[in-house]
């Protein structure tokens, strides 16, 4: 589905509705396994370490590192065309550097896919989460420069 040009995630998928429903409330969790604590993104039914189906949320602080990142230039997917090129980043956690999720680097929660200058991205630099509300079922995770922080 999509709306605005976004190609929008299935908030309904048993795996990972509990994410979603936390991004609607402005929070960041991550999916562990109840019996052994092992953290995984993206969510899913089974623990790969020890095989349990017991699952708990964990909520983390949403600050990390950008760990990596590319500029998606034409030709890409047509809803994303418009605002290319724009950054992709991978950022690890601060709570747990083994869990690395993907956005974009924007300057707020609002801010333009192609609004950060791609060219002043560094790898190592410190981001904290940031919510944009799509639509009233969709609110997706994004990262920004925390303010007075470093990579201007």
Same mark, same amino acid.
């Given at each position: 589905?999509?709306?605005?040009?976004?190609?929008?995630?299935?908030?309904?998928?048993?795996?990972?509705?509990?994410?979603? &429903? #936390?991004?609607?409330e402005?929070?960041? @969790?991550?999916?562990?396994?109840? *019996?052994?604590? +092992?953290? =995984?993104?993206?969510?899913?039914?089974?623990?790969?370490?020890?095989?349990?189906?017991?699952?708990?949320?964990?909520?983390?602080?949403?600050?990390?590192?950008?760990?990596?990142?590319?500029?998606?230039?034409?030709?890409?997917?047509?809803?994303? &065309? #418009?605002?290319?090129?724009?950054?992709? @980043?991978?950022?690890?956690?601060? *709570?747990?550097? +083994?869990? =690395?999720?993907?956005?974009?680097?924007?300057?707020?929660?609002?801010?333009?896919?192609?609004?950060?200058?791609?060219?002043?991205?560094r790898?190592?630099?410190?981001?904290?989460?940031?919510?944009?509300r799509?639509?009233?079922?969709?609110?997706?995770?994004?990262?920004?420069?925390?303010?007075?922080?470093?990579?201007?």
């Amino acid at each position: 589905m999509t709306v605005e040009g976004w190609l929008l995630p299935d908030t309904e998928d048993p795996d990972a509705a509990e994410f979603w &429903a #936390a991004c609607r409330e402005r929070r960041l @969790v991550v999916q562990g396994c109840a *019996d052994c604590g +092992a953290r =995984r993104m993206p969510p899913r039914p089974m623990c790969p370490r020890c095989r349990s189906l017991a699952v708990r949320w964990d909520e983390v602080s949403g600050r990390g590192r950008i760990w990596s990142f590319c500029v998606p230039h034409p030709p890409l997917l047509p809803a994303y &065309a #418009a605002v290319a090129p724009y950054n992709a @980043v991978i950022v690890e956690l601060e *709570d747990d550097p +083994a869990i =690395r999720l993907v956005g974009n680097l924007v300057t707020g929660p609002d801010g333009a896919l192609n609004g950060v200058d791609p060219a002043s991205i560094r790898i190592g630099e410190p981001v904290e989460v940031v919510f944009c509300r799509l639509t009233d079922d969709v609110t997706l995770p994004r990262w920004r420069r925390p303010a007075g922080g470093a990579g201007g």
